[in-house]
């Protein structure tokens, strides 16, 4: 069984865009900036942007964090938005999710400019996206599909069985492994809350996809032996044995499941960093497609 080390596998790709980025300074040319738009003061959000921004720092990018009361007007946010868009020195941004209730996502994601989309969250790069044409891709499944190619896992033909149908994890994840490349061709089965004999449909996967943010949900029961079973579940549980009172927990029961696998992704130090190495990939992306 091999361990599916996004942590390794993240730092490899943060170091190789570094070298690039320290080319660029070298011979004076612009170096990639993320920004991001945070509202309000929600602990995993705070977290996710911090590891996003160091991360920013790790490969010498340039980035501005806005930060945004909770109570802060949807127009703000929109006139935000705006601005960044226009900004020449911003290559890409990021509207930290979830927001306030009283702010339309669906409003926030429409008004970010496509070409600055890093988080591939507009329509218009979910679209191209579904017709395998030049695209932003949401940030987990592309930073997935680079953990499956960088540890060359085999996908043509097999049979793959997503766990969540989410916009930004199951549902991109299920058009970008079956379509016909290398690291897709599978045959997928895209399952929900509303699936019968989930068990049973797990059962059938070479590689199985737990997104659906239910602790330790998969269990042995629901494995093939020598499945390759990737975790994107991330939740927090309380631990008392914690300096912090918590820990993270993925959605497979890992100290079970991982003996019948062939390959599986560890909680933490999975998917998580490959979603994060992925937004930098994104970002360097938007600074080529804008010097093109
Ligand atoms: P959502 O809550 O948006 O979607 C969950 C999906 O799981 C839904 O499609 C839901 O079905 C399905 N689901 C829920 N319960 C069950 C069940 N008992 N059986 C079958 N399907 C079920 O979650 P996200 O996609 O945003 O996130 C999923 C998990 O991944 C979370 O733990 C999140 O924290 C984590 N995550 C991790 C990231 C990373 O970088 N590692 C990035 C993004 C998310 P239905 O549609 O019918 O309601």
Redesign the pocket.
Known sequence: MIILNGKETAKIITDEIAELVKKRKKEGKKIPHLAAILVGNDG?SIT?INNKLKACEACGFESTLMRFDDSVKESIILNKIQTLNEDDNVDGFIVQLPLPKHIDETKVILSIDPIKDVDGFHPMNIGKMTLNLPSFVS??PS?IIELIRRYKIDTKGKNCVI?????????PLSILLSQNKEFGNCTVTL?????KN?KEVCKTADILI??????L?VTKDMIKEGAVVID????RVEDKTKVNGWRLV??VDFSSVAELTSAITP?PG???????ASLMMNTLKAMDLKEQ
């Open positions: 995993g996710y940030a987990t930073g766990i969540g149908r989410s916009n930004i994890v199951g549902m399952t929900h809350s509303q699936t989930l737990a997104a659906l943010g239910q602790p949900f994107v579940g991330i939740t993925g959605d909680v999975g998917v998580g960093p490959m979603t994060i």
